[in-house]
């Protein structure tokens, strides 16, 4: 019969040859480049977070409801620092009168009460001693911090006398003030 016998220098072979085996495998994996399943670029310009049929109430230190926002969808994009709306609809109330505002597109950025509507933007403020007056445009800025209603491309002012177009309109929520510039035009005959 025959005995197998293993020699010493076969088993250190053995030994020698599985241990650079998994060495091998361990360098090949370690340096394999990482695989994402969606590309980085994409990811970049893809937003962090969305929410769908958004409604937001804010109220002042009373317990008054000061604004109401209402949205389609909005989309967060950190990069950005920006959130976008798609279909918003604000609204604001104040002692002195109040603005609703509409439009397919909307931007706020992080940190701020400021609101762009952009693309078939428009806007009615309702001032308490005077009539409400209508803005349309290609955008409305809302700037808190001088509580204005800025209109700007394609803008239109619509009251009880008339239309008045110009590049741009701004109204301001705590007045009947109202500043226009650029090409003003008007058409001022009694309309309602």
Wanted: glycine content about 6%; aromatic content about 8%.
């Amino acid at each position: 019969m025959f005995k197998l016998v293993r020699s010493a220098p076969v088993r250190s072979l053995l030994i020698i040859s599985l241990s650079l085996g998994a060495l091998a495998f361990s360098l090949w994996y370690g340096i394999a480049p990482k695989q994402n399943l969606v590309g980085t670029e994409s990811l970049s310009s893809s937003p962090d977070y969305f929410i769908t049929k958004v409604q937001v109430r804010e109220f002042n230190a009373e317990g008054v409801m000061v604004e109401t926002m209402n949205a389609e969808q909005t989309l967060h994009y950190t990069a950005k620092s920006r959130t976008l709306l798609e279909y918003p609809t604000v609204e604001h109330f104040s002692p002195s009168g109040s603005w609703n505002a509409q439009a397919e597109k909307g931007a706020i950025s992080d940190g701020s009460n400021d609101i762009l509507l952009t693309d078939n933007a428009n806007a009615t403020k309702k001032h308490l001693q005077s009539d409400d007056i209508k803005l349309t445009a290609d955008s409305i800025h809302y700037q808190d911090a001088n509580q204005s209603l800025t209109s700007q491309g394609n803008a239109k002012l619509i009251s009880t006398q008339g239309e008045t177009t110009a590049e741009t309109i701004t109204t301001y929520v705590n007045s009947e003030d109202v500043v226009m510039t650029g090409s003003v035009r008007g058409k001022y005959e009694t309309i309602y």
